[in-house]
């Protein structure tokens, strides 16, 4: 193999499997609300989702049947679940089972989170807004 297709095929790969968490326009786009904006990215088996909330923006209160892993990237935020409220600050992470209800409050500086799902939210593969059909409260 030569060094030319060598280097096609490692930025193939690298294109196909290996992301940063500042790569803004990759991703699938979906507004979930008004200051909420998230970029999903599909395994077979699991989901990422990058969400960002804009200042004091809050989420709905929805659920789904997948189950959910959230971690807290930057800034902090109030998360609302199974009608409990808890602070949520960077490094912080939580699981919430399907079916779940469950939302976010961002803090004064906004707030970013990284949510895997499992399985992966069909709702989700294509661009779009809001939370998908049927699954808000």
Known sequence: MSTMQASAKDDEVRRKYLFNLKESERGVVRNLVEGVRTRVFFGDKVMLSLVELEPNKAGKMHNHPEEQWGLCLEGEAVRIQDGVEFTVRAG???Y???NMLHTMIAGPTGVKVMDIFGPPRED???P???YGPGQQA
């Open 96 to 98: 919430t089972p399907g």
């Open 92 to 94: 912080d992470f939580w």
């Open 128 to 130: 779009g807004e809001g």
């Open 124 to 126: 989700y593969k294509v």
